[in-house]
C-alpha cells in the first residue's frame, strides 16, 4: 500500500502546484512552477503505465514549454527578470 | 436595479462555482483512475487492437501501431496542426534578425561540448525504436528541438544559426511534410486507402526487429524530421525577434 500512498501524495502535489502556478507573483516563478507541475504529471502517468504519454509529456511541458515561455517572457518584459 | 459591484460579485460567485465543480470532478476521475490502475479497465476497442495489432502492423508497441497505421491520418492531421502554428509564429514575428550574443559560462560550455553528441542518442533511439520501444516520432522529435533550443542558448543565437542554419530547418520541414503526404498516396496506388500499411504491400517485417512494421519506421522517422524542424524553427523565430517598446538597459 506504500505505492498507494506515494500515488496520492502525487496527486495532491499536482493541485498544489497547479494552485501555485497561478498563484504565484512573477511570470518567471509561474513558468518553473508550471513545469514541477509536468514533472509530477510525469510521475503520475509512469505510475499509470502509460510510458508513451510520460515521455511526451515531460519532453513538451518541461523541457520545450519552459524554454520557450522563458525566451517570451524575456523578450517581453525586462524587469521580471530580476527577483521580486 | 442592481449595482455594478453585485454584479461584479455575482459573476465571480458564479465563475468560482463552475471552477470548484470542474476540478471536483477531475479529482474524482483522476481518483477513479488511480483505483483501477492495478486491474484491467475492460473497454470495446481495447481488445480488437490489442490482441491483433502485431499480426496486421507487424509493430509490438500497440501505441505507435494505432498511431501511424489504424489512425495515421489524424497523426497526419497533428502533423499539419504543428505546420500551422509554425507558419502563424513565422507571420507575426517575422523574419529572425539581429541574434544575440549572449552564451552561457565557460564551464557549461565546455562540459556541454562534450556531453552534446551523447544527448542526441537519446531521442535518435526513441524515433527509430518507435515500433518497438514506448517513444516515436513525435517524443523524440520534440526531444531533438529540444537540443537545438539547447545548443542555441548555451553557446549563443549566432552560432547556433551557423551550425544549424534556419533555412535548413525550413528544407526538413517542408520535405517531412511532402514525404509524409507523398507516402499516403502509395496506399491509393496500391489499390488500398490512404496511407494504409500493410495493406499496401509495404514489407511487415519479423515482430520485434528494427526493419518491420512495413512503413511505421518511415512515418516515425518523418514525424519527428518534421517535429523538431518546425518546433526548434517557432525557437529560432522567437529569439530573432526583436523585443518592442521596451526600455534598452544594461544587465
Not at chain 2, 151 to 177: K, Q, T
Not at chain 2, 189 to 206: C, D, E, I, K, W
Not at chain 2, 219 to 225: C, S, Y
Request: glycine content about 10%; proline content about 4%; some cysteine.
Amino acid at each position: 500500500m506504500a505505492l498507494d500512498i506515494a500515488f496520492y501524495l502525487i496527486l495532491a502535489a499536482i493541485l498544489v502546484s497547479a494552485f501555485a502556478a497561478i498563484h504565484v507573483r512573477g511570470h518567471l516563478n509561474a513558468v518553473i512552477i508550471l513545469s514541477v507541475f509536468s514533472v509530477l504529471t510525469t510521475v503520475k502517468f509512469t505510475f499509470l503505465q502509460a510510458v508513451d504519454v510520460a515521455m511526451a509529456e515531460a519532453v513538451i511541458g518541461a523541457g520545450l514549454m519552459t524554454a520557450l515561455f522563458v525566451t517570451a517572457i524575456s523578450k517581453t518584459r525586462k524587469r521580471t527578470w530580476r527577483a521580486r | 436595479m442592481e449595482s455594478p459591484v453585485i454584479r461584479v460579485f455575482l459573476t465571480r460567485l458564479t465563475a468560482g462555482f463552475l471552477c470548484l465543480l470542474l476540478s471536483l470532478g477531475f479529482v474524482v476521475l483522476l481518483l477513479d483512475a488511480g483505483r483501477h490502475r492495478a486491474q484491467t479497465i475492460p473497454t470495446q476497442m481495447e481488445e480488437p487492437y490489442t490482441a491483433r495489432s502485431v499480426a496486421e502492423t507487424g509493430s509490438i508497441n500497440v501505441v505507435t501501431a494505432i498511431l501511424m497505421d489504424y489512425r495515421a491520418f489524424d497523426t497526419l492531421g497533428e502533423a499539419t496542426v504543428i505546420f500551422a502554428s509554425v507558419a502563424v509564429a513565422a507571420a507575426i514575428l517575422g523574419k529572425p534578425g539581429s541574434p544575440s550574443n549572449r552564451t552561457m559560462g565557460l564551464l557549461s560550455r565546455r562540459q556541454l561540448s562534450a556531453l552534446l553528441p551523447l544527448f542526441f542518442i537519446f531521442p535518435l533511439f526513441v524515433i527509430f525504436h518507435g515500433h518497438l520501444s514506448p517513444g516515436g516520432g513525435f517524443q523524440g522529435g520534440v526531444s531533438l528541438a529540444v537540443l537545438v533550443i539547447l545548443i542555441h542558448v548555451a553557446f549563443g543565437d549566432r552560432f547556433g544559426e551557423e551550425v544549424i542554419p534556419h533555412r535548413i530547418l525550413a528544407l526538413s520541414e517542408y520535405g517531412a511534410a511532402i514525404g509524409l503526404v507523398g507516402i499516403g498516396f502509395v496506399g491509393i496506388f496500391q489499390g488500398s486507402a490512404y496511407l494504409a500499411n500493410v495493406a499496401a504491400g509495404f514489407p511487415r517485417g519479423t515482430a520485434g526487429t528494427l526493419a518491420s512494421g512495413g512503413v511505421i519506421p518511415l512515418l516515425n522517422l518523418l514525424v519527428g524530421m518534421k517535429v523538431a524542424a518546425g518546433l526548434s524553427s517557432i525557437y529560432v523565430h522567437l529569439a530573432g525577434h526583436e523585443a518592442e517598446n521596451v526600455p534598452e538597459k544594461r544587465r
